[in-house]
T-cell receptor, first 111, second 116 residues
Framework: DVKVTQSSRYLVKRTGEKVFLECVQD?????MFWYRQDPGLGLRLIYF???????EKGDIPEGYSVSREKKERFSLILESASTNQTSMYLC??????????FGPGTRLTVT | AQTVTQSQPEMSVQEAETVTLSCTYD???????LFWYKQPPSRQMILVIR??????QNATENRFSVNFQKAAKSFSLKISDSQLGDAAMYFC?????????????FGKGMKLTVNP
């Protein structure tokens, strides 16, 4: 079974802090994705990566950056967390032909 | 750009009954993939069913089936013999064909309640 893990289920950070969210997949997938999920807005793509060290902006990249130094790991970075970044963050991975497999999510609260 | 619309934010169904979740999409592509994902409360998002646009036959997975109407750009999910474990958020999603972007475009989701 494909496994996508995220470093934390719940995270509380203060405004202005630098926040790292880590995602690891074990299926040698080329693609990895970061979404945020908010009630009534569905899932919105922040960034995705289709290969090591490659990244592309999604629909809402402002305030975020990403890093993919190894194929199995994709990190989301909030350089200076703000309260409007309080949300559920979902990581996903896929091969070129498969559906996306999701991690359990990280519920981030910025106070 | 492609868009996916789930017009009903919430639905409820009685246990053992059948319910249909609607989804429409907009695209100029002729080949693509459509998905239904399920997100139970506080649990992981999982794939329910997948449909390739070039296939005329509607996909089926046990109690879950789709009604894919390509001309109408409609992709509804039918859940038969509803169970309490079917209670979840359901998301419809679109993906461009292989060789294009593997990004998914999601609808806003629909909350399904199953009443005992």
């Amino acid at each position: 079974d494909v496994k996508v893990t995220q470093s934390s289920r719940y995270l509380v950070k203060r405004t202005g802090e630098k926040v790292f969210l880590e995602c690891v997949q074990d299926m040698d997938h080329e693609n990895m994705f970061w979404y945020r999920q908010d009630p009534g807005l569905g899932l919105r793509l922040i960034y995705f990566s289709y290969d090591v060290k490659m990244k592309e902006k999604g629909d809402i990249p402002e305030g975020y950056s990403v890093s993919r130094e190894k194929k199995e790991r994709f990190s989301l970075i909030l350089e200076s967390a703000s309260t409007n970044q309080t949300s559920m963050y979902l990581c996903a991975s896929s091969s070129r032909t498969s559906e996306q497999y999701f991690g359990p999510g990280t519920r981030l609260t910025v106070t | 750009a492609q868009t996916v619309t789930q017009s009903q934010p919430e639905m409820s169904v009685q246990e053992a009954e059948t319910v249909t979740l609607s989804c429409t999409y907009d695209t100029s592509e002729s080949d693509y993939y459509l998905f239904w994902y399920k997100q139970p409360p506080s649990r992981q998002m999982i794939l329910v069913i997948r449909q390739e646009a070039y296939k005329q036959q509607n996909a089926t997975e046990n109690r879950f089936s789709v009604n894919f109407q390509k001309a109408a750009k409609s992709f509804s999910l039918k859940i038969s013999d509803s169970q309490l474990g079917d209670a979840a958020m359901y998301f419809c999603a679109y993906r461009s064909p292989q060789g294009g972007s593997e990004k998914l475009v999601f609808g806003k989701g629909m909350k399904l309640t199953v009443n005992p």
